[in-house]
């Protein structure tokens, strides 16, 4: 008996490269958890990146996204390619996604699973959650350039920060590192350069700490930040911090927990206005699309956080379980790389149990 | 017989917190370096920093940047202290520095000492350089606010950059990756969301390798050179990017080289036109501050580069050469801690040879 929704309508954005390889293998996964509740998943394909943008010249219309908004939840594999020029699909696409679905919390977990190699000689305990706000920042597409092309050209990027911007997605990192048993959040920001933005970000912590009396809050830089993430990731819990910030320590989080192949995240609107939207960290990696190379687990993560959020806990826990459980023998594989639809069935075999 | 000048006029600005102790070392250090030399470097202390502007209000007037701009080279230790609120050392006297006299390469080498540990299972040979940009991005301060304090708050910051100071910044980087036996430049930026910088420093990067056709170019997005850090780092050899970005990945690049305690940099007027600023990547580190436990490898090391900076090669791998021989029988040491004055005593002692 829980409280989720018993038919869940899911917009299913493969988009681009490895995208449509990974996304197969986490409905498969998606099926599987769901077997035995009383929810129903019915998914609707979009049609979206580089090869609806070769055909049509569109990106992402507002027909698209009416159609998205109709939806519970999103799964999106990978936006990007090398034939579509840089920043086109990105902001046009994946970008336009989270900031017209007003995805202000990209959660972003980090932990090192037992058996996963890391890059660190000893990485110690690693487990830590990135609360990367989605929706502001230098993201916000606000930049210009002049004489383009010419000696005199001037190119700017604006960050735009607001305190209604900042402050809900702070008092949001505030509540995760309240629920959790170390109860510590860290700001990541640069505000001794940044100090409009950095100042705002600080004030903004300072003031909603006093909603969260028992959370400890610290804070460091974001040169620092990357420092302790190679020397000393254990002493992160929960770490708040801008949207490019995030972009940044996120990718060097996947890398110190064992690659991007394991990173899952999920874009969400905690009011639920709008459908929220579960993604791998990873990128498209044309390089190895399409030949069953890619690692779905990031994916699958994902579905994990998405049967959370559709309110089905348990169910999200099987599926972390089943990676775990799978992360686990992998050194017993004695080397043998399987594909991407084996370790897909592989998952989805262990979470039908 | 070199083309060094006789007679160096060294600004010296120790700063804040453990500025003056490693600054100090770093003296000791260039003195035995020059011994039999014909070159005499006569050093002016500048009161720059917390306890300056705590009794003056002032950080850096016109009359103090007069007078530095009468010496030939800078030696700087530390800036930033608690007392003092965030950003207003950093803009009003260090980052002012940089700007005012037009540091655009900010030079940052990032290289493994055998004996060293770094935090990397398996880091490999490391020996790359950062070229970051000085003086444009979002570092230039055309941030603001408004409302400040209030619901409606708005802080934004802006990254300013101009085909003029991309391209001499590249134009430098190409000129150093030709003269390195890989000729490699990576270009490290994130183009994809930051279009119009991004852009332009991508033309630019294309546009100036037709001068440097021997030299091999790649490009990565700054979330994925984080990755790189810490799982090829063998694969850089010079990287370009961004005043920010370069911040990001130089603390990470000296965190998997031994840390921020042996990390170097120059900050470099190339038509030298001003004199050029030599300072340790670390801050000033206030936790330790006065307590001799500060390591001066890092100002030892960038004393090297200002011996390169003199015309005095020679001079220079001399210095390196030491603190490489130092840092070898670090772990000979059995885990006795030296003082800041006894490793700065022990390397000018190898220096003097
Ligand atoms: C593809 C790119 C626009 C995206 C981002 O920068 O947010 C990606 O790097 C990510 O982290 O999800
Ligand atoms: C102290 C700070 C302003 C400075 C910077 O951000 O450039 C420091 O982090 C550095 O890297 O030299």
Redesign the interface.
């Known amino acids: 008996e829980n409280n989720a929704a018993r038919d869940v309508r899911l917009a299913v954005v493969a988009g681009d490269g490895i995208g449509t390889e990974v996304v197969e293998q986490g409905l498969l996964a998606l099926e599987a958890a769901l077997t035995g509740t009383d929810v129903r998943v019915s998914t609707t394909d979009f049609d979206l990146g580089a090869r609806r943008w070769h055909t049509t010249g569109e990106t992402l219309t507002d027909t698209d996204l009416d159609a998205i908004r109709a939806h519970d939840a999103i799964l999106l594999g990978a936006i990007?390619d090398p034939t579509v020029p840089?920043?086109v699909l990105?902001?046009g696409l994946l970008?336009k996604l989270r900031f017209a679905l007003d995805h202000y919390v990209n959660l972003r977990p980090s932990r090192l699973y037992p058996g996963v190699a890391?890059?660190?000689?000893?990485p110690g305990d690693i487990d830590f959650v990135v609360v990367r706000e989605g929706t502001e920042g230098?993201?916000v597409g606000n930049?210009?350039?002049i004489?383009?092309?010419?000696?005199?050209?001037?190119?700017?990027?604006?960050?735009?920060?607001?305190?209604?911007g900042v402050?809900r997605v702070v008092r949001d990192a505030f509540a995760r590192a309240a629920a959790r048993p170390r109860k510590k959040l860290t700001l990541v920001h640069?505000?001794?350069?940044?100090?409009?933005?950095?100042?705002?970000w600080?004030?903004t912590v300072e003031a909603v700490n006093a909603e969260f009396p028992d959370v400890t809050v610290d804070y460091l830089h974001?040169?620092?930040a990357?420092?302790f993430?190679?020397?000393n990731p254990s002493r992160f819990d929960v770490i708040v911090t801008d949207n490019?910030f995030g972009?940044?320590?996120?990718?060097?989080a996947?890398?110190?927990t064992g690659?991007?192949g394991l990173a899952a995240s999920a874009n969400i609107n905690p009011e639920r206005t709008t459908p929220s939207m579960f993604e791998p960290v990873h990128g498209s990696a044309p390089d190895i699309a399409g030949q069953g190379k890619a690692d779905p687990t990031a994916t699958v993560l994902s579905v994990a956080m998405l049967l959370d959020h559709l309110g089905l806990p348990d169910a999200s826990a099987t599926v972390e379980a089943a990676v775990a459980a799978d992360i686990a023998e992998r050194a017993s594989l004695g080397g043998r790389v399987r594909s991407t639809a084996e370790v897909g069935k592989d998952l989805a075999d262990r979470i039908a149990g």
Request: charged letters at 20%; zero cysteines; proline letters at 4%.
């Open positions: 990007g840089s920043g990105e902001r970008l890391s890059p660190l000689g000893n230098p993201y930049g210009g350039a004489r383009v092309g010419t000696p005199a050209e001037v190119a700017n990027e604006v960050s735009v920060n607001t305190a209604f402050e640069k505000h001794n350069v940044l100090v409009h933005a950095g100042h705002l600080r004030r974001v040169d620092a990357t420092i993430m190679v020397t490019l972009d940044i320590i996120t990718d060097l996947a890398a110190i690659g991007i």
